[in-house]
């Protein structure tokens, strides 16, 4: 059953619990933005954890270097998966794993930025990480003809575990699903909207039905 995950792109803790607890009975996967991380410290991790004990919460740090030492500080704040870059070496990708192994854990391989994100995909799965996200981050997808329908595309090609992240709502999740993504990542269409509970329960829907 493919998973629904909640991006908090929001930049304090208050704020985030806050998100996390309305939208918690719909989603499998809480994710910490990297602002948020940034701003409040891995002491947001914790708190997330212990507030939702029950559902993964992802780490997204976009560790670039020093992987290993990165994951672990997330590991053990209470993460349940954290992010290396796809443009980062094997050898961090490779730390993080290992970091990963020590607690029980997984690493998720962030592609955002990667010219070719399928070749990337295809090359770190085999590196023992749970699943490559296909991401469009923010200020591209504010580009000009900008579509998701690359990543879905993507998706459909890959072969290999992945989600999709940028620009997923109500409109195009049935085809995210569709094209195999076992993860649809969704920000602003949740935490955007005027009832996100409402906005979570309908992706979620939409994603059991596809």
Known sequence: MAKLQVAIDLLTTEEALALAAKVAPYVDIIELGTPLIKNMGSSVITAMKNAHPDKLVFADLKTADAGELEA??????????????????????????????????????????????????QEVIELGVEFV?????????????YSIQVLIDEAARAGVPVSIAGGVNIDNVTA???????????????????????????????????
Do not use: C, S
Not at 91 to 117: F, L, N, S, W
Not at 133 to 145: I, S, Y
């Open 72 to 121: 672990d500080i997330a590991f053990k704040a209470g993460a349940d998966l954290v992010t290396v870059m796809g443009a980062a070496g094997n050898a961090t990708i490779i730390g993080a794993v290992k970091a990963a192994k020590a607690h029980g854990k997984g690493v998720v391989v962030d592609t955002i930025g990667y010219p070719d994100r399928v070749k990337r995909a």
């Open 133 to 145: 996200e296909l991401h469009a981050g923010l200020d591209e997808q504010w580009t000009a003809g």
């Open 176 to 210: 995210v699903i569709k094209a195999g993504a076992q993860v649809a990542v969704v920000g602003a269409a949740i935490y955007g909207a005027e009832d996100p509970a409402a906005a979570a329960k309908a992706l979620r829907e939409a994603i059991d039905a596809a």
